[in-house]
Protein backbone atom coordinates (compact mmCIF):
# COMPACT_ATOMS: atom_id res chain seq x y z
CA UNK A 1 0.00 0.00 0.00
CA UNK A 2 1.01 3.87 -1.09
CA UNK A 3 1.78 5.84 1.76
CA UNK A 4 0.91 9.38 0.51
CA UNK A 5 3.00 12.43 2.38
CA UNK A 6 0.80 14.53 4.20
CA UNK A 7 1.98 17.92 1.65
CA UNK A 8 0.96 15.81 -1.40
CA UNK A 9 -2.28 14.97 0.03
CA UNK A 10 -3.03 18.49 0.99
CA UNK A 11 -2.07 19.67 -2.24
CA UNK A 12 -4.19 17.60 -4.04
CA UNK A 13 -7.33 18.48 -1.63
CA UNK A 14 -6.16 21.93 -2.58
CA UNK A 15 -5.85 22.01 -6.40
CA UNK A 16 -9.14 19.77 -6.65
CA UNK A 17 -11.16 22.63 -4.59
CA UNK A 18 -9.41 24.86 -7.09
CA UNK A 19 -10.76 23.28 -9.72
CA UNK A 20 -14.13 22.51 -8.59
CA UNK A 21 -14.55 26.19 -7.31
CA UNK A 22 -13.65 27.49 -11.13
CA UNK A 23 -16.02 24.91 -13.05
CA UNK A 24 -18.81 26.35 -10.33
CA UNK A 25 -18.29 29.87 -11.37
CA UNK A 26 -18.60 29.46 -14.90
CA UNK A 27 -21.96 26.55 -14.66
CA UNK A 28 -23.49 29.94 -12.26
CA UNK A 29 -22.31 32.40 -14.72
CA UNK A 30 -23.98 30.45 -17.68
CA UNK A 31 -27.14 28.93 -15.90
CA UNK A 32 -28.20 31.34 -12.58
CA UNK A 33 -26.65 35.03 -14.12
CA UNK A 34 -27.79 33.56 -17.76
CA UNK A 35 -24.77 33.97 -19.83
CA UNK A 36 -25.96 31.19 -22.23
CA UNK A 37 -23.50 30.05 -24.89
CA UNK A 38 -24.80 30.12 -28.96
CA UNK A 39 -23.00 26.80 -29.04
CA UNK A 40 -24.65 24.89 -26.78
CA UNK A 41 -21.57 22.12 -26.59
CA UNK A 42 -19.47 25.43 -25.22
CA UNK A 43 -21.75 25.06 -21.80
CA UNK A 44 -20.61 21.95 -21.46
CA UNK A 45 -16.48 22.83 -22.55
CA UNK A 46 -15.71 25.97 -20.57
CA UNK A 47 -16.77 24.41 -17.06
CA UNK A 48 -15.16 21.03 -18.62
CA UNK A 49 -11.87 23.16 -18.90
CA UNK A 50 -12.31 24.85 -15.52
CA UNK A 51 -11.75 21.65 -13.89
CA UNK A 52 -8.24 21.09 -14.74
CA UNK A 53 -7.05 25.01 -16.01
CA UNK A 54 -8.55 26.53 -13.52
CA UNK A 55 -8.64 30.32 -12.96
CA UNK A 56 -7.01 30.33 -16.37
CA UNK A 57 -9.90 28.68 -18.10
CA UNK A 58 -12.10 31.46 -15.96
CA UNK A 59 -10.54 34.41 -17.63
CA UNK A 60 -10.60 32.63 -20.84
CA UNK A 61 -13.96 32.30 -20.57
CA UNK A 62 -14.60 36.31 -19.46
CA UNK A 63 -12.61 36.69 -22.09
CA UNK A 64 -13.76 34.93 -25.40
CA UNK A 65 -16.85 33.01 -23.65
CA UNK A 66 -19.12 35.20 -22.29
CA UNK A 67 -19.20 38.13 -25.05
CA UNK A 68 -20.62 35.56 -26.92
CA UNK A 69 -23.50 35.05 -24.84
CA UNK A 70 -27.15 36.51 -25.94
CA UNK A 71 -27.52 38.33 -22.38
CA UNK A 72 -23.76 39.45 -22.93
CA UNK A 73 -24.55 41.03 -26.64
CA UNK A 74 -27.77 42.52 -25.71
CA UNK A 75 -25.88 44.44 -23.07
CA UNK A 76 -22.57 45.51 -24.84
CA UNK A 77 -23.30 45.28 -28.23
CA UNK A 78 -20.39 43.72 -30.40
CA UNK A 79 -17.85 41.82 -28.15
CA UNK A 80 -13.95 42.81 -27.69
CA UNK A 81 -12.05 41.61 -30.41
CA UNK A 82 -10.02 38.46 -30.03
CA UNK A 83 -6.81 37.35 -29.64
CA UNK A 84 -5.06 35.61 -33.31
CA UNK A 85 -4.44 32.98 -30.39
CA UNK A 86 -8.12 32.65 -29.55
CA UNK A 87 -9.93 29.82 -32.43
CA UNK A 88 -6.55 27.80 -31.59
CA UNK A 89 -6.92 27.44 -28.10
CA UNK A 90 -10.66 27.37 -28.05
CA UNK A 91 -10.37 24.07 -29.99
CA UNK A 92 -7.65 22.83 -28.25
CA UNK A 93 -10.82 22.77 -25.17
CA UNK A 94 -13.11 21.79 -27.68
CA UNK A 95 -11.03 18.55 -27.83
CA UNK A 96 -9.12 18.43 -24.73
CA UNK A 97 -13.24 18.39 -23.07
CA UNK A 98 -13.49 15.02 -25.23
CA UNK A 99 -10.57 13.56 -23.07
CA UNK A 100 -11.40 15.34 -19.60
CA UNK A 101 -15.38 13.63 -20.17
CA UNK A 102 -13.67 10.41 -21.17
CA UNK A 103 -11.64 10.37 -18.07
CA UNK A 104 -14.06 10.96 -15.59
CA UNK A 105 -16.49 9.18 -16.74
CA UNK A 106 -14.09 5.86 -18.09
CA UNK A 107 -11.67 5.41 -15.31
CA UNK A 108 -13.91 4.88 -12.40
CA UNK A 109 -15.60 2.09 -14.33
CA UNK A 110 -12.63 0.46 -15.18
CA UNK A 111 -11.29 0.49 -11.46
CA UNK A 112 -14.71 -0.28 -10.23
CA UNK A 113 -14.92 -3.59 -12.22
CA UNK A 114 -10.98 -4.39 -11.40
CA UNK A 115 -10.27 -4.80 -15.44
CA UNK A 116 -6.31 -5.54 -15.95
CA UNK A 117 -4.57 -6.05 -18.81
CA UNK A 118 -0.27 -7.60 -18.07
CA UNK A 119 -1.45 -7.41 -14.41
CA UNK A 120 -1.47 -3.61 -14.60
CA UNK A 121 -5.03 -1.38 -14.55
CA UNK A 122 -2.89 1.40 -16.38
CA UNK A 123 -4.34 -0.23 -19.75
CA UNK A 124 -7.31 -0.85 -19.17
CA UNK A 125 -7.74 2.67 -17.92
CA UNK A 126 -6.15 4.72 -21.02
CA UNK A 127 -7.72 1.73 -23.40
CA UNK A 128 -11.07 3.06 -21.94
CA UNK A 129 -10.04 6.92 -21.39
CA UNK A 130 -9.01 7.18 -25.23
CA UNK A 131 -12.60 5.05 -25.95
CA UNK A 132 -14.58 7.25 -23.83
CA UNK A 133 -13.30 10.45 -25.30
CA UNK A 134 -13.87 8.92 -29.14
CA UNK A 135 -17.17 8.13 -27.72
CA UNK A 136 -17.86 11.61 -26.74
CA UNK A 137 -16.43 13.29 -29.61
CA UNK A 138 -19.07 11.86 -31.68
CA UNK A 139 -21.78 12.90 -29.65
CA UNK A 140 -20.55 16.58 -29.86
CA UNK A 141 -20.20 16.45 -33.30
CA UNK A 142 -23.92 14.66 -33.51
CA UNK A 143 -25.48 17.17 -31.73
CA UNK A 144 -24.37 20.02 -33.85
CA UNK A 145 -25.80 17.97 -36.64
CA UNK A 146 -29.09 18.44 -36.43
CA UNK A 147 -29.79 19.76 -40.10
CA UNK A 148 -28.62 16.41 -42.17
CA UNK A 149 -31.82 14.28 -41.07
CA UNK A 150 -31.21 10.85 -41.13
CA UNK A 151 -27.18 10.87 -42.25
CA UNK A 152 -27.00 12.49 -38.95
CA UNK A 153 -24.53 9.70 -37.01
CA UNK A 154 -22.63 9.34 -40.53
CA UNK A 155 -21.99 13.49 -40.69
CA UNK A 156 -20.99 13.06 -37.29
CA UNK A 157 -18.36 10.43 -37.37
CA UNK A 158 -17.43 11.60 -40.51
CA UNK A 159 -16.46 15.18 -38.95
CA UNK A 160 -15.06 13.77 -35.93
CA UNK A 161 -12.66 11.69 -37.76
CA UNK A 162 -11.84 14.10 -40.15
CA UNK A 163 -11.26 17.35 -37.48
CA UNK A 164 -10.68 16.31 -34.45
CA UNK A 165 -9.48 12.50 -34.26
CA UNK A 166 -5.57 13.60 -34.42
CA UNK A 167 -5.93 16.19 -31.67
CA UNK A 168 -7.57 13.52 -29.48
CA UNK A 169 -4.98 10.78 -29.94
CA UNK A 170 -2.06 13.53 -29.79
CA UNK A 171 -4.30 14.36 -26.07
CA UNK A 172 -4.64 11.06 -24.79
CA UNK A 173 -1.19 9.83 -25.74
CA UNK A 174 0.91 12.98 -23.84
CA UNK A 175 -1.51 11.90 -21.19
CA UNK A 176 -0.70 7.95 -21.30
CA UNK A 177 3.08 9.09 -21.54
CA UNK A 178 2.74 11.33 -17.82
CA UNK A 179 0.40 8.25 -16.63
CA UNK A 180 2.83 6.01 -16.95
CA UNK A 181 5.63 7.87 -15.76
CA UNK A 182 4.05 8.38 -12.26
CA UNK A 183 2.35 4.51 -12.69
CA UNK A 184 6.10 2.67 -13.15
CA UNK A 185 8.70 5.37 -11.94
CA UNK A 186 6.99 7.62 -9.12
CA UNK A 187 4.40 5.52 -7.36
CA UNK A 188 5.69 1.81 -8.51
CA UNK A 189 2.14 0.68 -7.72
CA UNK A 190 -1.31 2.13 -9.02
CA UNK A 191 -3.07 4.63 -7.35
CA UNK A 192 -6.74 4.37 -7.02
CA UNK A 193 -9.74 6.75 -7.47
CA UNK A 194 -10.41 7.36 -3.80
CA UNK A 195 -7.53 8.97 -3.53
CA UNK A 196 -7.07 12.71 -4.06
CA UNK A 197 -3.45 11.96 -5.56
CA UNK A 198 -4.45 10.53 -8.36
CA UNK A 199 -6.96 13.05 -9.30
CA UNK A 200 -4.04 15.74 -8.97
CA UNK A 201 -1.94 13.47 -11.24
CA UNK A 202 -5.19 13.34 -13.84
CA UNK A 203 -5.20 17.02 -13.69
CA UNK A 204 -1.65 17.32 -14.46
CA UNK A 205 -1.85 15.06 -17.23
CA UNK A 206 -5.03 16.49 -18.78
CA UNK A 207 -2.62 19.87 -18.92
CA UNK A 208 0.09 18.28 -20.37
CA UNK A 209 -1.88 16.57 -22.84
CA UNK A 210 -4.09 20.37 -23.59
CA UNK A 211 -0.61 21.65 -24.41
CA UNK A 212 0.74 18.66 -26.21
CA UNK A 213 -2.64 18.88 -28.79
CA UNK A 214 -2.42 22.58 -29.47
CA UNK A 215 -0.10 22.37 -32.52
CA UNK A 216 -1.95 20.11 -34.17
CA UNK A 217 -4.98 21.78 -33.59
CA UNK A 218 -3.13 24.55 -34.78
CA UNK A 219 -1.89 22.95 -38.42
CA UNK A 220 -5.37 21.48 -39.03
CA UNK A 221 -6.94 25.19 -38.79
CA UNK A 222 -3.72 26.42 -40.61
CA UNK A 223 -4.81 23.59 -43.32
CA UNK A 224 -8.30 24.62 -43.45
CA UNK A 225 -9.19 20.92 -42.44
CA UNK A 226 -10.84 21.89 -38.99
CA UNK A 227 -13.50 24.48 -40.64
CA UNK A 228 -16.24 24.45 -38.06
CA UNK A 229 -14.79 26.61 -35.26
CA UNK A 230 -17.41 25.96 -32.49
CA UNK A 231 -17.31 28.56 -29.81
CA UNK A 232 -15.05 30.83 -31.44
CA UNK A 233 -15.00 34.95 -31.68
CA UNK A 234 -16.20 35.88 -35.06
Known amino acids: ?10 LSWAVLFVGLASTAVVVVDQ ?18 TALYLGPAAVLAYRRWGRPQSPRWLDRHGNPPRSSRHAPTIIQTYHCATHCTLGVIIATPITYGVGLEIFGSTLWPEVVGDYVGAVAIGVAFRYSA ?65 FFAAWPPTSLLIRRGVKTELLGTPQ
Open 1 to 10: MIVQPTWLVM
Open 145 to 209: EAHTGRRRAWAAMRKFFRSDVLTVSVFELALLGWLALMHFLVFHEALRPGSPVFWLIIQVGLIIG
Open 31 to 48: FVFGYRQPVKVMEIVWPA
